[in-house]
């Protein structure tokens, strides 16, 4: 990225010597990293350029004049193309710029050499995991309660109240105890103080004692599916659940079946097997429709988990090499300084990870449209580059089999804070992968197991995308916001990075780290990248824990790709 001092004087509150960035030398627009206004003169590159119309930060503005038609290089790759003649110094929008996307192939040029960052400082580091038998290591320990179809839901709600409780898992009752103390005023007659009622009164609660003292929590997996949907749907669930159990953070996992629906026992236990032949954790399956009654079942599961959980408290941290982490390469909530700063920070985090051995899952297929060509030609196999080839050309297939597509990626905040196309969303969202060798493709729901950096195919919904990762064995998952998104996950700590400085001031009750020191030039994308994975390694050794977990964000959905039935 190139980036110049302008010419402009700068107002008292900038935090940049610049104001304009240049991503690629190819680039035909500039990136304003603080709010322009019309009739300013830019001077970038011993070029000027005056603007048409005011450049609010994170937008940009050409740097040529343009007929309609002409393409828009942004990242040094195709982003859209102008829908109307455009003059160097008019800013892009949705009204003249559309989607474009260069097409990709096949190719028999593969494994680019790789320059691996130095990361010699870290070789001989640990982090303070849980060991599991078949060799993975957790950075938590957790069982888990899960319904193979939603007709169990409400009796899994049944055992999350009674164990969670009991158990100190619950978070503290903030808000009940301010409807308690709204209907204590409403009682005295105290109506004036009603209105002017503030929870900020009341004093924090105090957590139950936990009883037992290696063992994070207990999570219950509640969903919508398993039932009334394709095969297809009822078999990746099953794939999910079984990615969920193999997990490295989970101890062992009780399971309430209905005993009628698509999603059965044996298609559960089979895709455990896939991903583990020689599976030893404790599996406890109650079927509803064999068991006596709802209160017989419920009483049995409660007594066999209480009796797993003291078998899960006997497993203690141990240290572990870092090659033996997982990292969810996420963005969630993006805006136009994504892929500026938290994005490729943590695509440098992913690139050290690797190059110590460990894993990075890059998802979300439609935020990777007109980048497929560099992601391809960095695969290490020609098998590696073909399968990712098929699933993106597949999954542009379905979505455009019910009348949508990739181009209709872009949310309203995202194009209000400058991601114009989705071929502009994507070029910044593949720079969360980084730059090292694509060792796998996985197909959703499947398992990752190859060291280095895995593409999976998910959307880019975050709470399905992070579901679909951690559900791959992500072990700690990175995940990028410039808006401001809570989202985490039961089982994984989910670390939120905010792309600007702006965001980590005003939401600090969910984000984790701020990035925009790259924006105001205060650190670099290498060194922010140093301090991301610093601080994973205190996350998954149970040093800190995520602002997700602190306010119990444990999100789950499963990716449904077909149609109810």
């Excluded at 935090?15 to 304009?20: A, L, P, Y």
């Excluded at 003169?41 to 048409?52: M, N, Q």
């Excluded at 808006?483 to 702006?502: C, D």
Aim: aromatic share 6%; with cysteine.
């Amino acid at each position: 990225m190139s980036i110049e001092k302008t010419e402009v004087q700068m107002p008292s509150n900038a935090t940049t010597q610049s104001r304009v960035l240049q991503l690629d030398p190819r680039d035909n627009v500039l990136v304003a990293l603080t709010d322009l206004r019309r009739g300013e003169r830019i001077s970038f590159l011993e070029k000027d350029y005056v603007l048409s119309a005011d450049v609010p930060r994170k937008h940009k503005f050409v740097t040529e004049d343009l007929a309609a038609g002409a393409e828009i290089i942004m990242y040094g790759v195709l982003v859209g193309k102008a829908t109307e003649a455009l003059r160097s110094g008019d800013l892009l929008s949705t009204r003249n710029l559309r989607h474009a996307a260069r097409e990709f192939h096949e190719t028999e040029k593969v494994g680019r050499v790789w320059s691996a960052p130095d990361v010699r400082a870290w070789r001989d580091k640990t982090f303070a995991g849980y060991h599991r038998a078949d060799g993975q290591v957790g950075s938590r320990n957790y069982w888990l309660v899960l319904p193979l179809v939603f007709c169990e839901n409400r009796n899994l709600a049944v055992l999350k109240q009674a164990f969670e409780e009991e158990l100190g898992f619950a978070a503290p009752q903030v808000y009940r105890r301010q409807v308690a103390e709204l209907v204590r005023l409403y009682r005295e007659g105290k109506n004036d103080e009603l209105k002017s009622f503030s929870s900020s009164a009341l004093q924090p609660g105090t957590p139950s004692p936990r009883v037992f003292r290696n063992v994070d929590g207990i999570k219950f997996l509640m969903h919508e599916g398993g039932c009334g949907g394709t095969r297809e749907d009822a078999d990746n669930l099953c794939g999910l659940l079984a990615g969920y159990i193999h997990h490295p953070n989970v101890a062992g996992a009780t399971v309430l079946s209905l005993g009628c629906q698509n999603a059965q026992i044996a298609i559960l236990q089979e895709q455990i097997k896939r991903r583990d032949p020689h599976f030893s954790k404790p599996l406890l399956v109650f079927e509803q429709q064999k068991s006596p009654s709802e209160a017989a079942m419920i009483s049995h599961a409660i007594r066999e988990t209480f009796l797993g959980l003291l078998e899960a408290d006997k497993v203690e941290r141990k240290p572990a090499p870092l090659g033996k982490l997982t990292l969810g390469l996420k963005c969630g909530g993006s805006d136009g300084f994504s892929g500026l700063s938290a994005n490729p920070a943590i695509g440098h985090a992913a690139d050290m990870l690797s190059a110590l051995g460990g894993r990075g899952i890059l998802s979300e297929f439609p935020e990777l449209c007109g980048v497929e060509q560099g992601l391809i030609d960095r695969c290490i196999r020609k098998e590696v580059a073909d399968r990712f080839v098929q699933l993106m050309r597949d999954y542009a297939a379905r979505a455009k089999a019910v009348r949508s597509g990739f181009e209709m990626n872009p949310s309203p905040g995202n194009i209000r804070d400058g991601l114009l196309t989705d071929a502009m969303k994507s070029a910044g969202a593949a720079k969360k992968g980084g730059t090292s060798p694509v060792t796998a493709v996985l197909d959703y729901p499947e398992y990752s197991s190859e060291p280095g950096l895995n593409l999976q195919c998910t959307p880019g919904n975050d709470v399905e995308c992070v579901t679909a990762q951690v559900g791959a064995g992500a072990s700690v998952v990175l995940f990028t916001t410039g808006l401001g998104t809570p989202t985490g996950n039961p089982i994984a700590p989910v670390l939120k990075i905010a792309t600007n400085s702006n965001l980590a001031e005003r939401m600090p009750d969910i984000i984790d780290i701020d990035a925009g020191g790259i924006i105001s030039g205060e650190t670099t994308i290498e060194r922010m990248g140093e301090v991301i994975l610093d601080r994973v390694i205190e996350v998954a050794g149970g040093e800190a824990r995520t602002k997700a977990e602190i306010l119990a964000q444990d999100d789950f959905i499963p990716w449904k790709r077909g149609i109810s039935l």
